[in-house]
């Protein structure tokens, strides 16, 4: 029995562990602080690399890396966020094997897959492909969840046209996103993002606004707001 505790316990140290590396992520990722958040990537992938079998450990070290990659394409560092994309696909493909029902777990391969779409054409052609197969599933396994419905809107955002992608084509999922979860501030951010693509730039303002409002630390948000007329 003691030993069976000790076994539960250690288990919910990790988790702990695990979820302060990914909200220590997600607030440098606000911030846009590559320092920090690559140093919480170290720190996720040296738990998954310790827990083989932990399909929760590889989920959030592929996590960070995702938002590692978000700041690079953000930054504009595109070697930076393939390397980062690239890190975080092994690990996602890593939970994904450990446990294939996961809606969350294929939403974040599908992202990662994403991530390694733009400014690349045979990148684009190659995973591309593969983003959209895995978002399916997702949403296939939680129809009703916003951050699929976001997730696949990012995806169509930076898919191009040809391709079935474009800002029209996001606007869809990301509008159900919002409708999902109206708190999300990244899904009124993309949505934002969306619209200013399509040329429809006082939405597309309202949409930025609301995120900033949602979440003030998100800097991204406020540059993506400052740089967007409203007419």
Do not use: C
């Not at 989920?59 to 890396?65: G, I, P, Q």
């Not at 939403?107 to 895995?134: D, H, I, T």
């Not at 997730?151 to 046209?161: C, D, E, N, T, V």
């Amino acid at each position: 029995m003691r030993a069976l505790q000790a076994v539960a316990i250690a288990g919910l140290a990790t988790a702990a562990l695990g979820a302060g590396i990914v909200e220590e992520a997600r607030r440098a990722r606000d911030r846009q602080d590559r320092a920090a958040l690559e140093t919480a990537a170290a720190r996720a992938a040296a738990a998954a690399d310790k827990q083989p079998g932990s399909a929760s450990a590889q989920h959030d070290a592929a996590l960070t890396y995702s938002y590692v990659a978000e700041v690079a394409t953000e930054l504009r560092d595109a070697a930076a966020a393939r390397q980062a994309a690239e890190a975080g696909v092994a690990a996602a493909e890593k939970a994904v094997a450990l446990d294939p029902n996961s809606a969350e777990f294929r939403r974040l391969l599908g992202v990662l897959y994403g991530q390694l779409v733009p400014g690349n054409l045979a990148r684009a052609v190659q995973y591309g492909r593969r983003s959209v197969e895995e978002l399916d599933r997702a949403l296939a396994l939680a129809p009703n969840n916003s951050d699929v419905h976001l997730s696949r809107g990012i995806g169509k955002y930076y898919l191009p046209a040809i391709l079935g992608g474009g800002a029209e084509a996001a606007l869809e999922d990301l509008r159900k996103a919002i409708e999902l979860d109206p708190k999300s501030d990244q899904a009124h951010l993309w949505l934002g993002l969306a619209l200013r693509k399509a040329n429809r730039l006082e939405e597309a303002r309202q949409a930025l606004a609301r995120a900033v409002k949602l979440n003030p630390e998100r800097l991204w948000a406020k540059q993506q707001l400052e740089k967007t007329p409203a007419r």
